[in-house]
């Protein structure tokens, strides 16, 4: 089965942190590079930041310097620290594999979380 379950997406103002968590389906965790995709209204979901099984980290250039990704095999879950936010953060964010998983020939994505940065 599988299971993507974004979490900790909130309203902060610009400067400000948040933590998101994504709770992984262990079997897909385990054998793939997991990332964090972004998605703001009338754009396509763009991949920001990724990790892979070995913990090698890539970042976009507009985040890097203020985000980390990593991912605890203990709890399958892939966190996005977000450090001193902008209002370009805004978006809905994803959690996915690389390439993203397909599932009966369609792209499966999880709920996602509402990440707003305004004063």
């Known amino acids: 089965q599988v299971q993507l379950v974004e979490s900790g997406g909130q309203l902060v103002p610009p400067g400000g942190s948040l933590r998101l968590s994504c709770v992984v389906s262990e079997n897909i965790f385990r054998s793939n590079t997991m990332a964090w995709y972004r998605q703001v209204p009338e754009k396509a979901r763009d991949l920001v930041a990724q990790i892979t099984t070995g913990s090698i980290t890539k970042y976009v250039n507009a985040v890097a310097g203020r985000f980390t990704i990593s991912r605890d095999a203990a709890k399958n879950t892939v966190f996005l620290q977000m450090n001193n936010l902008k209002t370009e953060d805004t978006g809905d964010y994803y959690c996915?594999?690389?390439?993203?998983?397909?599932?009966?020939?369609?792209?499966?994505w999880g709920h996602g979380t509402q990440v707003t940065v305004s004063s």
């Open positions: 996915n594999t690389v390439p993203v998983l397909i599932t009966n020939s369609r792209t499966y």
